[in-house]
């Protein structure tokens, strides 16, 4: 079974910069799995804002963070990064990493069955 655990959340001001980590375990041999960050902003409904395929390349980015947020993989940790640069106050609220077992990276939240903790990001103005 596969389990995550994030940290790296905290309080910046805007135009600063955090790091998110997402520890992973329990990942099956015979699948293919892909890790997505999502954001959930206070009232609002979970997106997807970035997702990476798990010992793999590719990649895909929502429109809202290209350009600012990075997200990338240290295999030997088994950990996936965001690094979210240039923080905007809309990019406030709790940042979860979320597995799936599948064929593409997806930015929609509902295909991941896996999901961490959540971590707080609060930027402010």
């Known amino acids: 079974q596969v389990h995550l655990v994030e940290s790296g959340g905290g309080s910046v001001q805007a135009g600063g910069s955090l790091r998110l980590s997402c520890v992973g375990s329990?990942?099956?041999?015979?699948?293919?799995?892909?890790v997505a960050w999502i954001h959930q902003a206070p009232g609002k409904e979970r997106e997807a804002v970035a997702c990476?395929?798990?010992?793999?390349?590719?990649?895909d980015y929502d429109d809202a963070v290209k350009g600012r947020f990075t997200i990338s993989q240290d295999n030997a940790k088994s950990t996936v990064y965001l690094i979210m640069s240039s923080l905007k106050p809309e990019d406030t609220g709790t940042y979860y990493c979320?597995?799936?077992?599948?064929?593409?990276?997806?930015?929609?939240?509902?295909?991941?069955?896996?999901w961490g903790q959540g971590t707080q990001v609060t930027v402010s103005a």
């Open positions: 990476i395929r798990v010992r793999g390349y590719e990649i």
């Open positions: 329990g990942y099956t041999d015979d699948d293919i799995w892909y």
């Open positions: 979320a597995a799936r077992a599948g064929l593409y990276c997806s930015l929609n939240p509902t295909k991941y069955r896996t």
